[in-house]
């Protein structure tokens, strides 16, 4: 990072956030924001995304923004040191969007991995919302507002990242050189790029009900913990266990630090000791779980506890979050007006247009 680095990331508020979301890149945001090295930081939550398909149920959406702002300060966001804000409440950003609709074709948008596979998700077939078919294109508007050097994100999202670097590209070939090309930050942890749920499918989902959330009790996560997805296989303690498939060494090889065994498994001294007698057999699934939940208490209580406090006061967070859409709207109306220049749609604003016109039409 540098101090030209300017970092833009967000989330959909169509539900709490979960710890796949966490350990995907929420953790990694704070430590950004913490480390102090860039010279702007913009986290959005992305309401206007989420009703391309929720436009029928916009109180989910409504409800859940303060859901993921709650669950933004609870991890450690910090507002003074970063720009938290509601992407609806800019409108630059359909403004942008409404360009680079322009220079992406229908064909190159099908291609996209990450659209074909939401929308199988999804179930649309060939009824599929114009505006959630084109999201790649508002995301590239959401990245080149704040021109944004760095997205922190998933695995999943780098076919997205790769398309807006192309719009951006072509942006600047047909205009001039105006927006910025982004590159995407990865997790550290390969893991972390996709954690799966606890019941063992690939996607960690709020439809499949098979998260963690951030915000949920001690009793809560421990419940789901202690029925996690293990190895089908190893039915009595004796019997030699698989690690491949097995969500519950997926979420250590995720959560667990060396200093974890002296506080909550002294008998181990790592990982690695873990994985090689469980495989063997003689070690039980419950030791394991139980390992695994306290280091998720461990993870979460912190934030459950910030939570709480911020609880106290919604008035105070939804302030916040208005000073935040004013921030951010400023940097996305300096780069339209850029934009706008560089398109040559500045019309009132370009007074050698005026003159040479008012020559050309002089009696």
């Excluded at 469980?278 to 779980?289: A, E, P, S």
Aim: hydrophobic share 35%.
């Amino acid at each position: 990072m540098s101090k030209e680095t300017v970092i833009l990331t967000g989330d959909r508020p169509t539900g709490r956030l979960h710890i796949g979301h966490y350990v995907g890149s929420l953790k990694r945001r704070v430590e950004l924001q913490n480390e102090g090295d860039f010279k702007q930081m913009f986290v959005f939550i992305a309401d206007a995304q989420a009703l391309t398909d929720n436009i029928d149920n916009p109180e989910k959406v409504r409800q859940n923004v303060i859901e993921v702002a709650l669950d933004y300060l609870a991890a450690g966001l910090d507002p003074e040191k970063i720009t938290i804000f509601i992407q609806s409440q800019i409108p630059e950003l359909c403004e942008l969007s409404f360009y680079f609709m322009d220079l992406v074709t229908v064909s190159r948008l099908q291609r996209n991995p990450t659209v074909k596979t939401e929308i199988g998700m999804r179930g649309f077939e060939s009824s599929i919302p114009v505006g959630f078919f084109t999201y790649p294109v508002s995301q590239a508007a959401d990245i080149a507002a704040f021109r944004a050097t760095t997205v922190p994100a998933g695995e999943d999202q780098k076919p997205m990242i790769e398309q807006a670097t192309e719009i951006v590209r072509r942006f600047n070939y047909i205009y001039g050189d105006t927006l910025t090309e982004p590159n995407i930050l990865l997790p550290g942890n390969a893991v972390c790029c996709r954690l799966p749920g606890t019941d063992g499918k690939a996607k960690m989902s709020k439809s499949l009900g098979n998260c963690i959330y951030l915000s949920e009790t001690a009793q809560e996560v421990k419940k789901k913990v202690m029925s996690m997805y293990t190895d089908p296989l190893h039915i009595h303690v004796e019997d030699p266990g698989h690690l491949e498939g097995n969500t519950v060494f997926t979420y250590l090889d995720a959560f667990c630090k060396p200093e974890h065994f002296d506080a909550y498994w002294p008998d181990y001294k790592s990982l690695d000791e873990v994985k090689e007698h469980y495989q063997r057999g003689g070690l039980g699934d419950m030791k394991v779980k139980k390992f695994l939940n306290n280091i998720l208490q461990e993870e979460l209580e912190p934030m459950r506890q910030r939570r709480a406090e911020f609880e106290k006061d919604i008035p105070a967070v939804y302030e916040m979050l208005r000073k935040g859409c004013e921030q951010a709207r400023n940097v996305a109306a300096d780069t339209l007006d850029q934009v706008r220049r560089a398109m040559k749609i500045n019309y009132f604003d370009d007074a050698e247009l005026i003159a040479e016109q008012s020559r050309r039409f002089a009696h």
